[in-house]
């Protein structure tokens, strides 16, 4: 392989990658063994002159003025691989000229392709291009100088105008001094109240009337002197559900504005916010189902389901999980509000596709790219992933109602802070630090330890 004189030293880039765990992942991987890079099928045997030494990407097409578009992503199951399917299948109806190689890497969350991809990229070895959560998860990369500046030729004045403030910004790597780097396909909304229809019929709760995280505390007292059920359904058995719940317990209570200055390290005026929103946490805490150290998130979901638990705080996807259970309709058996507090926001998580340089197939990664962007592109995604287009101008007619609604309130939505748990909103060293300190706030709920440690997290 040859070297890149561009690129920052190893050790360097290791430390913006995300830390120890990172560097771990990446020593585990082979470049020459992740997705038979470097003999792909574009015959780029990594012997073809492109030797990244100018930043600048070369295309040595096969005739057709086309490199093979190497793509990798985690959708490989259920709605998510009919979606993409969908996706790749209307991409080849215009572009039958391109051929896509599909190399797939699924598990842990993303975290099995995020560690393949950093460690083809640390090795100037990029695929074509890779399913990604833009924001500050692509700080890393921007900072190497890895990735290209696609604000030109992709980000045409149309598609600056189609998508909100909050999707540009993290197209930008959450910063709005970065180039564009990546286009979002789709959003799904972190801050949702789940509940069981029933249950809360049978308390007299009204969801919709809540207007505040601790009027959630309220309702659930109230569920669990009324009916059987107990009043949230949580995972504990790892931190990730924890820091998405006190992030937007965070956001509902201290305000995006505050929300936007933490993740931005300026923790100043704040302080008690962070402290009040754990404190709201660990009471919850209060009202989770008995075995909540021993479930996972899709099984907390069932037990609000079955009327186990009245409510949960979950991503939208939650909403596919619920349609797969027979019996348990959308708005008879299961509805939803925004999560207490935060009417009027719309919290971020996405997916994206960036353009590497070092690039083996760039015309036709440009040509990837310009298509995710496109009203027919999110139009034939998202209905099947369960997400909604970043795009505000996707007709909705193909949408179920769920997603409907959830596009009515995106386009209507007066700020779309980007989720903390998902890695948009911070880079992976922070994220990795506040998971760290929320894997120890679930053992006990030490509210004051947890304090600090998330001060330190956004601040060091």
């Given amino acids: 392989m040859t070297s890149d004189k561009s690129s920052v030293p190893r050790r360097r880039y290791i430390q913006l990658i995300g830390g120890t765990a990172a560097a771990t992942a990446l020593a585990g991987c082979s470049s020459s063994n992740d997705t038979n890079s470097g003999d792909g099928a574009d015959g780029n045997d990594g012997s073809d002159g492109n030797d990244g030494s100018d930043g600048e990407d070369s295309d040595t097409s096969n005739g057709d003025g086309y490199n093979t578009l190497e793509l990798q992503h985690w959708w490989t199951a259920g709605g998510d691989g009919e979606a993409m399917q969908a996706l790749l299948d209307l991409f080849q109806e215009e572009h039958p000229d391109i051929t896509i ?270 298509f995710l962007g496109t009203v027919e592109a999110q139009e034939t995604f998202n209905p099947i992933k369960g997400s909604i287009p970043p795009r505000s101008d996707v007709p909705t007619d193909e949408f179920p109602p769920f997603q409907q609604k959830e596009m009515e309130q995106f386009a209507n939505s007066e700020a779309q802070p980007p989720s903390i748990a998902h890695g948009l909103a911070v880079s992976p060293e922070v994220l990795n630090s506040i998971t760290e300190v929320m894997a120890n706030f679930i053992s006990g709920y030490d509210v004051d330890s947890a304090h600090q440690g998330l001060l330190d997290a956004v601040s060091n």
Avoid at 144 to 156: F, V
Avoid at 332 to 359: C, I, R
């Fill in 101 to 370: 190689q599909e190399n797939p890497v699924s598990g842990a969350g993303g975290g099995n392709l995020h560690a393949v991809v950093q460690n083809r990229i640390l090795n100037n070895d990029p695929p074509s291009t890779w399913q990604d959560w833009p924001g500050a998860n692509l700080e890393p990369y921007v900072e190497a100088d890895k990735l290209n500046d696609i604000g030109d030729e992709i980000w045409t004045d149309d598609l600056r105008e189609a998508y909100l403030d909050g999707p540009k910004l993290q197209a930008r790597a959450g910063d709005p001094d970065n180039p564009f780097v990546s286009v979002p396909l789709n959003i799904h909304r972190i801050n949702n109240l789940f509940y069981n229809v029933e249950v809360v019929e049978e308390a007299g709760v009204d969801p919709a009337s809540l207007s505040s995280p601790q009027e959630l505390i309220d309702a659930m007292e109230t569920i669990e002197s009324e009916t059987d059920a107990v009043g949230m359904g949580q995972e504990t058995s790892s931190a990730q559900g924890t820091v998405q719940l006190w992030a937007v317990t965070f956001l509902a209570e201290a305000g995006a504005d505050a929300y936007m200055d933490f993740i931005n390290g300026n923790t100043d005026g704040h302080e008690e916010a962070v402290r009040g929103a754990l404190e709201t946490v660990a009471e919850y805490a209060n009202h989770y189902t008995s075995d909540a150290g021993s479930i996972n998130q899709d099984e907390a979901g069932y037990k609000v389901a079955n009327g186990e638990a009245a409510f949960m705080n979950q991503g939208d996807w939650q909403a596919g999980n619920f349609q797969t259970i027979e019996g348990v309709d959308y708005e008879s058996g299961w509805d939803h509000v925004p999560w207490p507090g935060t009417e009027g926001y719309y919290q971020l998580n996405m997916d994206g596709f960036a353009f590497p340089k070092n690039n083996p197939s760039p015309d036709a990664t440009r040509e990837f790219l310009k």
